[in-house]
């Protein structure tokens, strides 16, 4: 037992190691900061295409969130982290960490999305047209409104993985969360910073947690 706590709950160390793991929880929230809105504006903007009635053009939209979705983030991570300065394309860690986290998370905005939409009946725009407003109009002010509010959980849920998903950018050498703590446990030769970084990542999204299953809750009633 006082192995284990030495090992993984040392006090003394996690102390030590807490300035670095507090800049690297720095980095992480940015992340955050920035992937989310930008997979939320993607992904509304990809869904939306979906409703061209052009059928080449459907089917091409639809392959595209089916492959980003298909493809591992770690695998697009390091493709275009690594794979692009073949073709001359060099990106500095955060900026391909950020490319990739947009490709991945539009698609599965996509279809989160495309999914709230299509569970709005189409009468609600036949009534919305009928009452002067053009497509684009009926669509902001009667559909996506409506299209949000029932999928909402899923939207948090998927920003909550995108959350935890941050920890893949160690593997640019982006001092995020984990990379800060991987750092202290390699200089320490003790765990006890992953624990610490553990912990952060529960403080940070707990409330999270609680939230959407509250939302849950209030739509299955």
Known sequence: MESLIENFFNINIMTEAFPLLLRGLRTTILLCVIVIPLGLIGGLFVALLTNIKIKIFYYFVISAIDFFRAVPPL???????????????????????CLSFFLNNSAYYAEIFRAGIESIGTGQMHAARSTGLNHIKSMIYIILPQSI??????LLSNSLEVAKLTSIASVVALQE??????????????SSPIV???GMYLIMLWPVVRILSRLEHRVGR
Do not use: H
């Open 149 to 154: 509010r029932n999928v909402l959980p899923d």
């Open 75 to 97: 695998v697009l991570l390091i493709f275009i982290y690594s794979g692009l300065p073949f073709a001359g394309i060099e990106l500095s860690p955060l900026v391909a960490v």
């Open 196 to 198: 610490l970084a553990a």
């Open 177 to 190: 969360l984990l990379y800060s703590a991987d750092m202290a446990r390699s200089i320490s030769y003790n």
